[in-house]
T-cell receptor, first 116, second 112 residues
Framework: GAVVSQHPSWVICKSGTSVKIECRSL??????MFWYRQFPKQSLMLMAT?????????EQGVEKDKFLINHASLTLSTLTVTSAHPEDSSFYIC????????????FGPGTRLTVT | GQQLNQSPQSMFIQEGEDVSMNCTSS?????WLWYKQDPGEGPVLLIA?????ELTSNGRLTAQFGITRKDSFLNISASIPSDVGIYFC????????????FGTGTLLAVQP
């Protein structure tokens, strides 16, 4: 149980285009989903927190107009990288959790984005 | 963004050796977690600690939640080749957000 999927697993796009990444909780309802970015040989950095039906909360330094997050249902959140540039190339990982103080975050397998 | 200090940065050991890594923070956390990440994959939870002073084991892994709530360590006993990967600690503040702050990571290489 508690499986989180991401699609696509990897994507290559041209500079200036937009890319959408999906995060799905397959066997549970996720009241909260998190989006992380991980550059090569670095740690996971939280980008934003999204709660179903409400606007995402972005971490300091993350441009909300560039990284659009939609959490329209309890099983799906999407991250759209708008007007992507080579410096946006990274490993994007989502996690999902249910309510509760000790709720575990279940991580997806990640999406490798390469912007050329 | 905020990160936790994790040490050592990397370790190269022989199969069968024991391993120890730790994580420190300037902030207090309500929960400490340890994850393992294989290349090109998401992190997988190894151990979760919910109480200051708590010592928890999961097979060959043992982790402790520091009394000050600002640190934690992870020990791996009798390492095997499949232990290879990057280990991350993470602190969770609790409350409504469940936000995780990750450590800088420890790369573990195990030579057969």
């Amino acid at each position: 149980g508690a499986v989180v999927s991401q699609h696509p697993s990897w994507v290559i796009c041209k500079s200036g285009t937009s890319v959408k990444i999906e995060c799905r909780s397959l066997d549970f309802q996720a009241t909260t989903m998190f989006w992380y970015r991980q550059f090569p040989k670095q740690s996971l950095m939280l980008m934003a927190t999204s709660n179903e039906g409400s606007k995402a909360t972005y971490e300091q330094g993350v441009e909300k107009d560039k990284f659009l997050i939609n959490h329209a249902s309890l099983t799906l959140s999407t991250l759209t990288v708008t007007s992507a540039h080579p410096e946006d190339s990274s490993f994007y990982i989502c996690s999902a959790t249910t309510h509760g103080r000790f709720s575990e975050q279940y991580f997806g397998p990640g999406t490798r984005l390469t912007v050329t | 963004g905020q990160q936790l200090n994790q040490s050592p940065q990397s370790m190269f050991i022989q199969e069968g050796e024991d391993v120890s890594m730790n994580c420190t923070s300037s902030s207090i956390f309500n929960t400490w977690l340890w994850y393992k990440q294989d290349p090109g994959e998401g992190p997988v939870l190894l151990i979760a600690l919910y109480k200051a002073g708590e010592l928890t084991s999961n097979g060959r892994l043992t982790a402790q939640f520091g009394i000050t709530r600002k640190d934690s360590f992870l020990n791996i006993s009798a390492s095997i080749p499949s232990d290879v990967g990057i280990y991350f600690c993470a602190g969770q503040g609790g409350g409504a957000t469940n936000k995780l702050i990750f450590g800088t990571g420890t790369l573990l290489a195990v030579q057969p």
